[in-house]
């Protein structure tokens, strides 16, 4: 399914120039802690099947000309089994105050179809279920992250508390594709309306990642 905004030109797609950084939270149906981090996918989710949803808050970014700072985006996953076998599903919402550029781009880029390093999502995602503009909130207050998006998403993920309570714990030196440091996260909200799911995570798995991303150059 595409929905780039009607007139947009096709061409150029995995060759603009693309660059994000900022801040990712995910909420999964996995008992925390998600094995997917360490086990690049390898090792199974911890039901068997994985559903999650996600938020990104872009702080930097830009999809060729087009700037991307201050942007929301929020994302569901659903994958049948081990994740780097592929065969996910995936569904956008794309912040309501990007300009129809921007919109476009952020749907390549999450659809894998700008390259770099979501590129991975044109390879394991075989059904996009489709993009939409909403007004997509991601809040931090303390160490509390919310992504809030319309009635459809509404989660809130914590940092588990290690023996030093002033230390996060946190998953450093992966090979993860969002980055290489995770901080171990749980769910306080996690419920998804959105695309036929009715999903639940509360007390479930969460990670919390800076990203840097970026595309062809």
Same mark, same amino acid.
């Given at each position: 399914? =595409?929905?780039? $905004?009607?007139?947009? &030109?096709?061409?150029? *797609?995995?060759?603009?120039?693309w660059?994000?950084?900022?801040? !990712?939270?995910?909420?999964?149906?996995?008992?925390?802690?998600?094995?997917?981090?360490?086990? !690049?996918?390898? $090792? @199974?989710?911890?039901?068997?099947?994985? *559903?999650?949803?996600a938020?990104?808050?872009? =702080?930097?970014? $830009?999809?060729?000309?087009?700037? %991307?700072?201050?942007?929301?985006?929020? %994302?569901? %996953?659903?994958? &049948?089994?081990?994740m780097?076998?592929?065969n996910?599903k995936? @569904?956008?919402?794309?912040?309501?105050?990007?300009?129809?550029d921007?919109?476009?781009?952020l749907i =390549?880029?999450?659809?894998?179809?700008?390259?770099?390093?979501?590129?991975?999502?044109?390879?394991?995602?075989?059904?996009? %279920?489709?993009?939409?503009?909403? &007004?997509?909130?991601?809040?931090?207050?303390? /160490?509390?992250?919310?992504?809030?998006?319309? /009635? *459809?998403? $509404?989660?809130?993920?914590? &940092?588990?508390?290690?023996?030093d309570?002033? *230390?996060?714990?946190?998953?450093?030196?992966?090979?993860?594709?969002?980055?290489?440091?995770?901080?171990?996260?749980? #769910?306080t909200?996690?419920?998804?309306?959105?695309f036929?799911?009715?999903?639940?995570?509360?007390?479930?798995? #969460?990670?919390?990642?800076q990203?840097?991303?970026?595309g062809?150059?």
């Open positions: 399914m =595409d929905n780039r $905004h009607p007139g947009a &030109p096709k061409s150029g *797609q995995g060759t603009v120039p660059a994000i950084k900022g801040e !990712l939270i995910l909420n999964c149906n996995c008992t925390v802690f998600c094995p997917c981090v360490v086990s !690049l996918g390898k $090792h @199974a989710p911890t039901e068997g099947y994985c *559903q999650a949803w938020g990104v808050r872009i =702080d930097e970014g $830009h999809y060729g000309d087009e700037d %991307l700072s201050g942007l929301n985006v929020g %994302l569901i %996953l659903e994958i &049948p089994g081990l780097a076998r592929g996910w995936a @569904a956008a919402y794309i912040d309501e105050r990007a300009s129809n921007a919109y476009n781009g =390549d880029i999450f659809s894998g179809k700008a390259r770099g390093t979501t590129g991975l999502f044109k390879v394991l995602v075989s059904e996009f %279920l489709g993009a939409e503009r909403a &007004p997509v909130i991601f809040e931090t207050e303390g /160490k509390t992250r919310r992504l809030i998006v319309g /009635k *459809q998403i $509404h989660g809130e993920v914590v &940092p588990v508390g290690g023996a309570s002033d *230390q996060d714990i946190v998953v450093t030196n992966t090979e993860y594709w969002m980055g290489p440091d995770i901080t171990v996260a749980t #769910a909200k996690g419920r998804v309306r959105a036929g799911r009715v999903w639940d995570f509360d007390g479930r798995s #969460a990670e919390i990642c990203i840097d991303w970026k062809p150059r």
